[in-house]
């Protein structure tokens, strides 16, 4: 596999991992995974910072979307949000795929 390949390997693995994480939480609790959580519980704010350990990726997404269409932010405010949603994912695929490797 080439550098490209595992690169963009490690991004899909990352993102699908933030989608089910952030899906779950959804279905548990009843709203979305959010970057606020001082107004929570103790209990639900360690729940919630796991929770955006994979999470984050989607979670910045959806806020930089919002931002855009919402409150018209200039295009860069979504591309600066994009790169770090990938970089963030990409981080996560990688420790997500090393876990499983060294397991199997």
Same mark, same amino acid.
């Given at each position: /596999?080439?550098?490209f ?6 991004i ?8 089910? $994480? ?6 548990? $609790? ?12 103790m ?6 910072i796991? $929770? ?5 990726? $989607? ?27 990938? /970089? ?8 997500l ?8």
């Amino acid at each position: /596999m080439s550098a490209f390949g595992a690169f963009f390997f490690a991004i899909a693995t990352g993102f699908i991992a933030a989608g089910l $994480t952030g899906s779950f939480y959804r279905l548990v $609790t009843n709203k979305p995974p959010s970057f606020q959580l001082m107004s929570e519980p103790m209990y639900l704010q360690v729940i919630g910072i796991l $929770t955006l350990v994979f999470a984050g990726p $989607t979670v910045i997404l959806r806020n930089a979307l919002r931002a855009q269409v919402f409150e018209n932010r200039p295009p860069v405010w979504m591309l600066l949000s994009s790169c770090i949603a990938v /970089m963030w994912s990409f981080l996560s695929g990688v420790f997500l795929l090393g876990v499983m490797l060294s397991a199997g």
